[in-house]
Structure formats: structure tokens, C-alpha cells
């Protein structure tokens, strides 16, 4: 069920997070947002370690994932997914500020399937993230390979 | 008049130029000399190698031509000899032989003994070859033809004196000719040709002299010219040496520099890439949560906001999108000049039909009167050339919004093979020319933001991407009456 899994979001930036949270908020999907600070954290909760090591285990219905973040930056966490026989199911949303071309190229190449600039108006980041987490949360049916443990 | 002013200035020629006749005569052939090193300055590499290698070449043909003359002068001199040692052999035979002649006749005619006058026969027999070898040998010579003529005659005249004397002898007896017997009947005539003989040995062998002279003097400025010629040509050789080395270097010089040049370009190059990089991610961040926070605020006290406070923070939202905007746009006219340009044929008629399509809907509500010229087809990026007529005819539309009907029209001005002219005119607010240089500069604005909105990057984008094309771009305006922008790109390929 789709309901029941996560959004794992990416984002370094505590106000762009909270702004995030604030537009999902309007969607009341919220809740099932898990928020990650850095790439390494999002692999984390993918390979079920660290802090996440006693989550409940299954993939997330979507990675929204920064490019640039400390540790590990987003292309980089990218590839690990993509590289995953288990994880490579898992749809990525590339959530940037960045408009350059190379980024985008980077980010198709390596697999991504989305890749959304965030607005500067607010009105418009607003729209974006609630739909961005009502398609990908609750419209798009996640690949049945996300429901299977891990390990 | 000449010879007064010569009188006045022994140079009359530099006197015009110089005040001073005598610092003038100095001068002058250092003048000749800097006038030639003015010129062979001006000379490329290529045509100094090649004046070079010209005076070698000819210096070679020079050389062989005046040796081949001397060797030639050499052969003749030695053939001449030769012939003139024949000759004076052959005197000495005609000389002993006439002497024989009168020696033996007389004898006939003393003892009347046959055998003497067999061996006087031989020698009259033998004349006419002797006769006829002189001829040969003299041949050239007037001075000697007319000696061995003398001889010749001299010769007959001895003979004939002898064949009367024998003639006599055979009629009289030895009482007829007793006194010829006893003086020799060609005594006389035997006495000259011993002188013409020795005349003409004289004159060969003066002239043998002469020649070995002759041929020894060719002989030493041969060698001392070969050796002249070979110091010459090795001296321009290695002149010419110089100057390719000379070339080779700067050439590897100037290589280096370039490769240098260009890593520090491509580090500067990467840089401003990591830079606006940078601009485009960081800065943008700041200004989402500012239009971001004002936004929340709003919905938070969004029941007891008065107008001047809802005023405040729409001024603080407008203010973060418009940073927004130039942000984008700076990076739009950063990537201009980095982009990698495509080159291939451009339908200009194709690009404005597009544009205005896409226009249509700043078009809406508006009167406009268009009238475009059949444009001919240009070399250049489809996308930047596209940006450039696109940023123009905005531009256009957007200042004649003041006017009930706007007139635009675009063509092209004075074709030419290597050129082409765009222009696109319109009847809109226009401009003051005094401004028109501050036209085309990054965020230049001739009007207030509340009249025409605008970054004013759009030109500067303009410029940049014409200039890639190595082309040009300006601009004619009257205040209040219209505007014209003038696109000028070269016909031919040419690498930005």
C-alpha cells in the first residue's frame, strides 16, 4: 500500500526543509515524510544502518534528493541507487537549485526520473513540492520490488 | 639656371631637402642604407628566405657564367697555340725546303747531276700543299694572311727564276747560266721570304706569349672569383640559416606562449564555470527562503494583516523574484560566451515567423503593422541567432506599447558578398543617441523599471552572441519617434 510507505527527502538546508514540510503539510502528507540532512544519512536509510539500523524495513515510494549536499552529494547517492539491483526500483526526483545543463545531463544519465528546478517564488515552490509529493506519494504506484525486505 | 645653382650647392638635389650641402652628401648613403633595411624590415619571413635564396641562385648562375667564359677563353687560347706552334714548324719547313731548293738547283746546274734535280722537283711539288697549309693556318690573322700572301708570291718568284734558270741551262749549257750557278738564281727572292719567315715566327710566338699571359691572368681571377663567390654564397646561406632559425624559434616561442595561455585560460575558464555554478545554486537558496518565509508569514497573520503590511511583504517577495530574475539572466549571459557555438545555415525568415508565433500572447490586445523583407540566409547557431532576433523584436513590441499602431519593420541593409545588414525599425518610445553607447552594457537601462519592465541584459546578450559571429551591432534612435538596431554578420565562416 502505498499510503503506508515513506517519502524520504533529502535536503541539507533546514529552511528549504521546512518549507517542504510546510508545503506537504498542505497536502497532509507530512507525516510521511523522513528527512534526511546529507547524502550519507539517505544511504543510510536505504542500506537500514546507522540510526536507521531498527527502521521498519521496505523502500521508500520516492528519494526527493538535493544535488549538492555535505558528505555525500546527490549524483553520487544517485548512482549507489541505481547501482542496487534493490534499490534501483526506487523512483528519484532530482530537487535542485540548479539549472545547469551538465547537472541535468548528469542526473538522466545516471538514471534519475525527475528532475525538478525549486522555483525562487514561493507560490510556485509551493505548487511544485505538493504535487511533486502527491504524484510520487500518492498518484504513482511504487515498483512491487520496494515492498520486498531488505537483505 | 643649372650651373648657377650647382655653382651655389655641389648637390642640388638633397640641397632642396637640407639646409646644409655637405651634411647632405654625408648622409646620403646611410639613407640609401636605412631606406633598405626599412624595406627588408617590412619583408615576411617567406619573402626574406626567398630574396635570400634568389641572390644565392643568382650569385651560382653569375659564377658558372663568367667561369665557363674564362675556361672557354682558355680552350681557344690553347687551340691558338697549338696552331701557332704548327705554324711555326711549318715555316721552318718551308724555310729549310726553299733553301733546299735554291741549294740543290744550284748544284744542277753546277754538275748537271739528275739526282739534284729530282730532289728539286720534290720540293716544287711539295708548294702548293705548303701553300695551302699556310692558308689554313693563318686563317683569322689579316696581318699574317697578308704576309704568307707576300710569301706565297715571294715563294712563286724564287721558282719561277729557277725554272727560266733551267730552262736556260737546258737551251745554253752551263755557259748561259755560270753566274746564276755560282749566286743562286732566287737568291734575292730566297733572302725576303727568309725575312717574312722570320716576320711571322716573331708575330707567333709574340702571340703565344701573349696568350699564356692571357690565360694565366683568367686562370688566377677564376680561382680568385670561385673563391669570392663560394665566401659570398656560404655568407648568404647562412643568412638565410639565420633567419629560418630565427623563425623556427620565435615560431616554438610563441607556440608555448599560446598552450600556455590557453591552460591559463581553460583554469580561468573552469573557474568562472565552478563560479557560476556556484551563483546558480547558493545564491538562489537565500532568496527561496526569503519569498519563502514571507509567504508563510502572510498565511499566519493573514486575518489581522493591515494593507501597509501586506504591502511590506508583497515588496519583499517582488524584490526576491526580480533578484531571481537577474540571476538567472547573468547566468544566461555567462553561458553565451562559454557556449560551444554551432555553425550551419541560417533561414532568418524561418526564425521570425517562429518568434512571432511565440510572441503571441504579448501580442494580445495590440495593433501592430509588420512588414518584413525577404531576409537572405546567413552562417551561424540557430539557437543564439535566434536569441538575438528574438531579444530585437521583443524589444520592438515592447517599446511601441505606448502607440495605438505600432509599426516593425525588419529587412536588410546595403547586401554585399562579404556582409549583411539586419535592421529592425520600429515607431516606439525610441531613444536619446547620447545614450546610445550605454545601450548595449550588462544591466544598462534607458528607462525607468515602472515604465518597461526589463533586466536589460537582453542586448548585452545581443552584442555578445554578434560578436561571436564576428559580427557588429548599433543602434539609431530619436527620442520619442523610434528606434532602429542594426545586426551586421560576416558572410563568410568565421571561427569566434
Redesign the interface.
Known amino acids: 500500500m502505498t499510503a503506508t510507505k515513506p517519502i524520504l527527502l533529502a535536503e541539507d538546508?533546514p529552511?528549504?526543509a521546512e518549507?517542504a514540510l510546510?508545503a506537504m503539510e498542505a497536502e497532509h502528507i507530512s507525516d510521511k515524510v523522513v528527512l534526511c540532512h546529507d547524502g550519507a544519512e539517505v544511504l543510510d536509510y536505504l542500506y537500514c544502518r546507522g540510526q536507521f539500523k531498527s527502521r521498519l524495513r521496505g523502500n521508500p515510494a520516492v528519494v526527493f534528493l538535493d544535488?549538492?549536499m555535505p558528505k555525500v552529494n546527490g549524483l553520487e547517492v544517485l548512482r549507489t541507487i541505481k547501482a542496487d539491483v534493490n534499490l534501483r526500483p526506487i523512483p528519484v526526483v532530482m530537487l535542485?537549485?540548479?539549472?545547469?545543463e551538465c547537472d541535468l545531463a548528469d542526473s538522466y544519465a545516471l538514471g534519475a526520473n525527475a528532475y525538478v528546478v525549486?522555483?525562487?517564488?514561493?507560490?510556485k515552490?509551493?505548487s511544485a513540492v505538493k504535487e511533486l509529493g502527491t504524484f510520487w506519494g500518492l498518484i504513482n504506484e511504487p515498483p512491487p520490488e520496494s515492498c520486498r525486505s531488505m537483505h | 639656371m643649372e650651373s648657377v645653382s650647382n655653382r651655389h650647392s655641389p648637390t642640388p638635389l638633397s640641397a632642396a631637402d637640407k639646409p646644409e650641402p655637405s651634411a647632405s652628401v654625408l648622409t646620403r648613403p646611410p639613407a640609401v642604407y636605412h631606406a633598405l633595411v626599412a624595406w627588408f624590415h617590412k619583408l615576411t619571413i617567406e619573402q626574406r628566405v626567398l630574396a635570400g635564396f634568389s641572390m644565392v641562385f643568382v650569385g651560382i648562375l653569375i659564377i658558372s657564367a663568367i667561369s665557363y667564359r674564362n675556361t672557354s677563353i682558355l680552350l681557344a687560347n690553347s687551340g691558338l697555340n697549338g696552331r701557332s706552334h704548327d705554324l711555326i714548324q711549318l715555316l721552318n719547313n718551308i724555310e729549310a725546303a726553299m733553301s733546299e731548293a735554291e741549294d740543290v738547283h744550284r748544284r744542277y746546274l753546277v754538275t748537271g747531276e739528275d739526282s739534284y734535280l729530282e730532289a728539286y722537283k720534290r720540293v716544287v711539288k711539295q708548294k702548293p700543299s705548303f701553300t695551302a697549309y699556310l692558308h689554313d693556318l693563318v686563317h683569322g690573322s689579316q696581318e699574317q694572311q697578308q704576309r704568307v700572301r707576300v710569301l706565297d708570291r715571294m715563294m712563286d718568284r724564287q721558282l719561277s727564276a729557277q725554272s727560266k734558270a733551267l730552262v736556260q741551262f737546258q737551251e745554253g749549257g752551263f755557259r748561259a747560266v755560270r753566274s746564276m750557278a755560282f749566286e743562286g738564281a732566287g737568291k734575292r727572292e730566297l733572302a725576303a721570304i727568309h725575312q717574312i719567315i722570320a716576320e711571322m715566327d716573331l708575330h707567333e710566338r709574340q702571340a703565344i706569349r701573349r696568350r699564356v699571359v692571357e690565360s694565366a691572368a683568367g686562370t688566377r681571377n677564376t680561382i680568385i672569383l670561385l673563391g669570392i663567390g663560394v665566401l659570398l654564397q656560404l655568407v648568404m646561406l647562412a643568412w638565410v640559416y639565420y633567419f629560418i632559425r630565427h623563425d623556427i624559434t620565435e615560431r616554438r616561442r610563441v607556440a608555448g606562449e599560446l598552450q600556455r595561455r590557453g591552460e591559463l585560460l581553460e583554469a580561468a575558464n573552469k573557474e568562472l564555470e565552478a563560479f557560476s555554478y556556484s551563483v546558480s545554486h547558493d545564491l538562489r537558496a537565500p532568496l527561496r527562503h526569503i519569498d519563502g518565509y514571507a509567504g508563510l508569514l502572510r498565511k499566519s497573520v493573514e486575518h489581522s494583516l493591515n494593507d501597509k503590511a501586506a504591502r511590506y511583504l508583497r515588496t519583499i517577495s517582488d524584490s526576491a523574484k526580480q533578484m531571481g530574475q537577474l540571476i538567472d539572466d547573468l547566468l544566461v549571459f555567462s553561458r553565451m560566451g562559454r557556449q560551444e557555438m554551432l555553425r550551419t545555415t541560417v533561414d532568418p525568415n524561418q526564425l521570425i515567423r517562429d518568434i512571432i508565433s511565440d510572441l503571441r500572447l504579448d501580442l494580445q490586445g495590440r495593433e501592430i503593422s509588420w512588414t518584413i523583407a525577404a531576409l537572405p540566409e546567413v552562417q551561424g547557431d540557430p539557437a543564439m541567432l535566434r536569441q538575438v532576433f528574438m531579444n530585437l523584436i521583443a524589444n520592438a513590441v515592447k517599446f511601441t506599447s505606448t502607440r495605438p499602431i505600432a509599426l516593425i519593420e525588419i529587412g536588410v541593409e546595403r547586401p554585399s558578398p562579404t556582409e549583411i545588414t539586419f535592421f529592425i525599425r520600429d515607431n516606439g518610445v525610441g531613444f536619446d543617441m547620447q545614450y546610445a553607447p550605454k545601450l548595449f552594457g550588462v544591466f544598462q537601462r534607458l528607462h525607468r523599471a515602472d515604465e518597461f519592465e526589463g533586466t536589460g541584459i537582453g542586448l548585452a546578450n545581443v552584442r555578445r552572441i554578434v560578436h561571436r559571429h564576428g559580427g557588429r551591432t548599433w543602434a539609431e534612435g530619436v527620442a520619442d519617434k523610434g528606434a532602429t538596431f542594426y545586426v551586421l554578420l560576416p558572410m563568410r565562416r568565421l571561427d569566434s
Open positions: 538546508n529552511r528549504d518549507l510546510a544535488l549538492k535542485t537549485s540548479s539549472r545547469e525549486k522555483p525562487v517564488e514561493f507560490h515552490f509551493l
